[in-house]
């Protein structure tokens, strides 16, 4: 073990920030301590640091790091200064297989730093912010004993009164943690919790777009639907955080959400990684059936197949299942999905016989009218199969089932 594992190993980083400031833990079970940060003419405590994952980061100034980082900062000092005084510290020496010429200090660096590499470490730092500020949030229990362990799942939290500067729009907000599809945590969602109708509050804020989250290449529930929608073969595709909660809590697991944008062609294309059968179900309200015209159009044309499902205006699987409770909801949504994707394949058949149909006028021999009429006859049978089958399938209207339920 070379001297830097060996400090490591020993040493933590809230024990060495505290040789220089005093920190206090938020809250007893918390990941962090915070302070006042020593960078920069500080009032309120902006430092953090996390002492599970041994790092640290000011709100404020944006110096973050890790325990060679705070002392090289403090010190003025370079890496191997570091070292140094940290193994002084800790009664620690180098061994013999310890070069400090293994560890050129910054300063020392004669390579020109690339962009690439700078960009990355923007990118590390990014991905870092993020982490900080889901350790800030406090646990938060939907009334709804159905969503508890999905929120929990989802690592919905709720955001405490005070936070800093970068995130103080979330304060008292419930947030969703937004992960991208390899499960990197990239972003935040804020909802309200107040009634905003007659305010100019918003219900949901958002992180700002950065290198790391754009909200076209986003889908929300991606990352905890992949399984589920390679086992089931197709994909829900819902408008809100919510809807995907919902959905996910009720055993519909192949659901992911827009989330406030037009489906894009860069969603089209991450959802083919995993499937092409899709079933678009928005909002019932005006805007949410025109987006998922819009969405089933754009994706028809990408190759995929499309099925709709229509819910009244006033509804969204969130709000049908808080009013129907698990076992109805779960009985309307397969019923749903079954119309859904009969429709489905009753357009794929219709689609194959008029194929058919105008290669009829081609065929110069009989032989060649009789083999199209012999692939054209089970066909046939099948549509009329499905359609017998969709007749006997009415539309699921919600409102005429929560009508019956609450006689
Ligand atoms: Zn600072």
């Keep these: 073990m070379n001297l ?81 005084i940290l193994a002084g510290w800790y009664g620690l020496s180098e061994t013999d297989d310890y070069r400090p010429a293994k560890f050129p200090s910054v300063r020392k660096r004669t390579q020109p730093v690339s962009e690439e590499l700078v960009s990355q470490l923007h990118i590390d730092v990014l991905l870092r912010n993020c982490r900080m500020f889901l350790d800030l949030l406090e646990e938060y229990q939907p009334e709804d004993e159905m969503l508890r362990e999905t929120y929990k799942a989802f690592e919905v939290g709720l955001a405490p009164a005070s936070l800093p500067s970068d995130y103080k729009n979330y304060c008292n907000r419930i947030v969703f943690p937004i992960r991208n599809e390899r499960g990197e945590l990239v ?33 929300y529930g991606l990352y905890q ?85 229509i819910l009244e205006p006033t509804h969204d699987p969130d709000s049908l299942l808080g009013r129907m409770g698990r076992e109805d909801f779960i009985e309307y949504m397969r019923a749903a999905t079954r119309r859904s994707r009969l429709e489905v394949y009753e357009a794929f058949l219709l689609r194959n016989i008029e194929q058919i149909v105008s290669q009829l006028h081609l065929a110069l021999t009989m032989e060649e009218r009789a083999s199209l009429f012999a692939r054209m006859i089970p066909l046939h049978k099948r549509l009329a199969k499905v359609t017998g089958l969709l007749a006997h399938s009415p539309v699921m209207k919600a409102d005429w089932l929560l009508n019956n339920l609450y006689i």
């Design 225 to 309: 639907a992949q399984e589920a929608i390679r086992q089931h073969k197709f994909v829900y595709i819902t408008e809100g955080y919510k809807d995907v909660l919902a959905m996910y809590a009720a055993g519909f697991r192949n659901t992911v959400a827009l989330c406030g944008t037009a489906l894009t062609e860069q969603h089209a294309t991450l959802l083919s990684q995993y499937t092409r059968q899709v079933i678009v179900m928005l909002d019932g309200d005006e805007a949410g059936q025109v987006n998922g015209i819009k969405s089933a159009k754009l994706l028809i044309e990408k190759g995929f197949s499309v099925g709709q499902i």
């Design 187 to 219: 972003a935040f969602a804020g909802r309200y919790r107040g009634e905003t109708k007659g305010t100019d509050i918003r219900k949901y804020i958002n992180s700002p777009t950065s290198p790391i989250y754009h909200k076209s290449e986003i889908l």
């Design 4 to 84: 830097k594992d060996k400090i490591i190993s020993v040493a933590r980083l809230e024990d060495v920030v505290q040789r220089y400031l005093p920190l206090h833990r938020n809250g007893s079970l918390s990941k962090t301590m915070q302070g006042i940060c020593p960078f920069h003419d500080d009032r309120h405590p902006s430092l953090y640091v996390n002492v599970k994952e041994q790092y640290y980061k000011c709100f404020a100034c944006g110096e973050g790091g890790d325990l060679f980082k705070f002392v090289q900062k403090m010190e003025g000092c370079d890496f191997s200064g570091a070292l140094k």
